[in-house]
């Protein structure tokens, strides 16, 4: 599948800013500090940023509210409807920190819940296509939403930094949803490498009963829709590469530094949290890259892909 | 609305296409692309149409595809590999994936014939529908920013304003070889249900639980060309008839 940047960024980044305000309606940081402000304006930017990016690849973004109807049947458009009614809490809870340096319990737990939620939409608009056998497990959710918590653990682990106090349960809770999250990515990865195929040449021309179906000729010489939108193929040989180079700068760099970040001065535990946070984004983006661009869509069955 | 019909459509039109017979000369991928820049919604446009790098929206495209059987080696050598060629449309699915994924309810299903179709009015170009089908049915048109899919000439079939003949899709029209059949696949009698019925037509990708309306019809069974070789033209050996009696009388010239 085609790795578009803009559902790239949307995905991570919107991924990010709902684990972040997972974090903060849980109530894990002090709302009258300056920093939870600064957390609670930066989650609300990560959320409207990745909304905003995912437009960008529609071919008639007027026309985008349109997708609020349809979810009964659409995981797209309960996502939207998800992610427009999560805004009602955050922004209370963002209200609240910001102009009453107070936390509103319910909201928080209430925003905390919808952001989950919407975080599963999404995966699952993913997860839900059968023409797109690497992303049709119930693993993609699970990956989805454990990056997302992980993001948001890091994220959080800064700001308590910068806060003054990064306590070591933050820590070692974001440590533990970075090994969980990279688990669920290593499994998602093994299956793709070990699954068969459900669609073969043979079963998508129902030819393969008289020998081996092997395309001759495309339709036409040139790419078309379908071979630009699903049949990229460049990050195949490299993707072992890069999975390791994903894991060890989401997952390995981000644990370490958060636990030394623990036992040092505040100063230079700032620096280690923005550096674990760094390099989560950075593992997350390839991570997500990867997602699409290993896909395998049943279509190129007739491309010969 | 982009939930599927809840009743059984009373009608189930489509297509039925005999790979035993289709030549591969692409007629109806020029006819369909003809009918339906023009017809319904919005024209299907190419990008660069006169440069190097052509590319434009095609509801049907025609792959060819080389079968070798176990044993099999190159075409014509070992006598048994064959050519397929293979049109593809939408199959106009029972249990289509493109409907459901739709965010805005553009894309639909008929209740009375079941085809499927898109309002290009409520189109966002969100390309999911695409995504969601195996077949690729579905091709965005780069200039409209709208999904574009065959409607199986919607704008045809019911037009009375047309001759009885041309009701049907202009692929099927089209055709020079019969390669394409059109009817009601939930009527038994129909031709194409009686078609799917003696020569054994098939789904695609059933295992990807779409339950396409379309269906195709296998290739039939081929001689091998190994046991009907033809007399070489240094060997009258097995000659009958007038021209054994020409071998002999030439020989003994």
Redesign the interface.
């Known amino acids: 599948m085609h790795p578009a940047p803009s559902i790239i960024l949307f995905s991570t980044l919107s991924g990010l800013g709902y684990g972040l305000a997972v974090m903060l309606g849980l109530g894990l940081l002090d709302p009258a500090l300056v920093s939870t402000k600064t957390a609670h304006l930066l989650a609300l930017v990560l959320i409207t940023g990745g909304l905003l990016a995912s437009t960008l690849h529609l071919g008639n973004p007027q026309r985008a509210w349109r997708a609020l109807s349809q979810w009964r049947s659409s995981w797209l458009s309960r996502e939207g409807v998800m992610a427009v009614a999560t805004f009602v809490p955050l922004l209370a809870s963002a209200w609240a920190s910001l102009f009453h340096d107070m936390r509103l319990p319910l909201v928080g737990l209430l925003g905390a819940v919808m952001c989950a939620v919407t975080v599963y939409c999404t995966a699952m608009i993913y997860a839900s296509l059968r023409a797109i056998q690497a992303w049709n497990t119930p693993l993609t959710p699970a990956c989805y939403l454990l990056f997302s918590l992980a993001g948001g653990l890091v994220l959080v682990a800064m700001f308590a930094t910068l806060g003054g106090s990064l306590s070591g349960w933050i820590a070692l809770a974001g440590v533990s949803a970075l090994t969980a999250a990279w688990t669920a990515k290593w499994a998602w990865w093994r299956r793709l490498r070990t699954m068969a195929p459900i669609s073969t040449p043979a079963s998508a021309t129902g030819l393969g009963g008289i020998g081996a179906v092997r395309l001759f000729e495309r339709p036409h010489v040139n790419e078309n829709y379908l071979t630009r939108e699903m049949g990229y193929k460049v990050a195949r040989k490299h993707a072992a590469k890069l999975s390791l180079l994903a894991t060890a700068a989401g997952g390995i760099l981000p644990s370490l530094v958060l636990l030394a970040a623990t036992i040092s001065g505040t100063g230079i535990a700032i620096i280690f949290c923005t550096l674990a946070f760094a390099g989560f984004a950075l593992g997350s983006l390839i991570e997500r890259w990867l997602f699409f661009a290993q896909a395998r869509h049943a279509v190129m069955n007739y491309y010969g892909g | 609305?982009?939930?599927l019909p809840t009743t059984r459509p009373p009608k189930k039109l489509g297509l039925v296409i005999d790979?035993d017979v289709c030549v591969g000369c692409h007629a109806c991928?020029i006819s369909c692309k003809e009918w339906n820049t023009g017809g319904y919604g919005a024209a299907l446009s190419d990008q660069d149409p006169y440069g190097a790098?052509?590319?434009?929206?095609?509801l049907n495209?025609?792959?060819?595809?080389?079968?070798?059987?176990?044993g099999?080696e190159i075409v014509g050598e070992a006598g048994?590999?064959?050519?397929?060629h293979?049109p593809?449309s939408c199959l106009h699915c029972d249990d289509a994936?493109c409907?459901?994924?739709?965010?805005?309810?553009?894309s639909y299903k008929r209740e009375e014939d079941g085809i499927v179709l898109v309002d290009e009015d409520?189109?966002?170009?969100?390309?999911?529908c695409?995504?969601?089908?195996?077949?690729?049915a579905r091709?965005?048109?780069?200039a409209?920013?709208?999904?574009k899919k065959c409607t199986l000439c919607v704008d045809r079939i019911y037009n009375e304003t047309l001759a009885e003949v041309d009701r049907v899709p202009s692929c099927v029209r089209t055709c020079p070889a019969n390669a394409r059949h059109y009817g009601d696949l939930a009527d038994p009698s129909s031709n194409v249900s009686i078609l799917v019925a003696e020569r054994g037509g098939?789904?695609?990708?059933?295992?990807?639980?779409t339950r396409p309306v379309n269906k195709?019809l296998?290739?039939r069974p081929r001689d091998r060309l190994a046991d009907k070789a033809m007399p070489l033209a240094e060997n009258s050996d097995g000659a009958k008839g007038f021209f054994a009696w020409l071998d002999g009388v030439l020989d003994r010239i």
Request: a negative charge; glycine letters at 12%; one cysteine or more.
């Open positions: 609305m982009t939930l790979l991928v790098d052509v590319t434009g929206t095609f495209r025609i792959h060819t595809f080389e079968i070798v059987p176990e099999g048994d590999a064959r050519i397929v293979f593809k994936p409907v459901t994924v739709c965010p805005t309810g553009a409520k189109c966002i170009g969100c390309g999911l695409a995504w969601s089908c195996a077949y690729g091709e965005m048109d780069l409209a920013g709208v999904m098939f789904d695609l990708m059933p295992e990807q639980g195709y296998p290739p």
